[in-house]
């Protein structure tokens, strides 16, 4: 069955420095999302993207993050510089119509 | 705006019980509404979908929900919980794709699901 893949598991970094999460969604999939839980928090959305470009953003995601689909199979998420209120589990999600999404196993950032 | 509290962050029940978590969602437009497990370590796994068909929506595992207008809920229930059963559940809104929200899902905090002998 086809899955979302996302690396690293877990990312560790220093604050102030920029980080990359990877995701390769399912390949017959449109729209792709990016969310994060903060640990013993709600899971909450990022940003999504269809068309090459942002669809729609959060609060959260402010100039520090953005996101890229560099090769027609990756799908990424940059930190700039890290701050330790970034540290969480996030979490890459497909979907080929937009409303049914499958989401990856997670990666865990930790910033120090 | 859409938004979905989830009654109750732990419960706990017997293995062989009714297992009842429970859902309300508030949304401007007529809502497709998810539930989503998380095992230990693991991603979101979706469970079952509602998106305005029945009313009463099966899912993977023995899971049900049922949609209910009137009540803005959609609670998820299992007649008879295994031990393997034992999760955290995640209830989630989403506005229909295609108009101005790209299928955004919006969560609930969750609910922890313990399983006793």
């Known amino acids: 069955e086809p899955e979302v893949t996302q690396t690293p598991s877990h990312q560790v970094t220093q604050m102030g420095q920029e980080v990359i999460l990877r995701c390769v969604p399912i390949?017959?999939?449109?729209?792709f999302y990016w969310y994060r839980q903060i640990l013993g928090q709600k899971v909450e959305f990022l940003v999504s993207f269809y068309n090459n470009e942002i669809s729609e953003k959060s609060e959260i995601f402010d100039d520090q993050f953005s996101v890229e689909r560099p090769d027609g199979s990756n799908f990424t998420l940059k930190i700039r510089s890290t701050k330790l209120e970034d540290s969480a589990m996030y979490f890459c999600?497909?979907?080929?119509?937009?409303?049914?999404?499958?989401f990856g196993a997670g990666t865990r950032l930790s910033v120090l | 705006a859409q938004s979905v509290t989830q009654l109750g962050s732990h419960v706990s029940v017997s293995e062989g019980a009714l297992v009842l978590l429970r859902c309300n969602y508030s949304s401007s437009v007529p809502p497709y509404l998810f539930w989503y497990v998380q095992y230990p370590n693991q991603g979101l796994q979706l469970l079952l979908k509602?998106?305005?068909?029945?009313?009463l929506v099966k899912g993977i595992n023995g899971f049900e929900a049922e949609f209910k207008k009137s009540e803005t809920s959609f609670h998820l229930t299992k007649p008879s919980a295994h031990m393997r059963d034992a999760a955290e559940y995640f209830c989630?809104?989403?506005?229909?794709?295609?108009?101005?929200?790209?299928?955004?899902?919006?969560f609930g905090q969750g609910t922890i699901l313990t399983v006793h002998p």
């Open positions: 989630a809104v989403s506005e229909d794709a295609g108009g101005t929200s790209y299928g955004k899902l919006t």
């Open positions: 509602y998106t305005s068909a029945a009313t």
């Open positions: 999600a497909s979907s080929q119509a937009g409303n049914i999404q499958y």
């Open positions: 390949s017959n999939h449109l729209y």
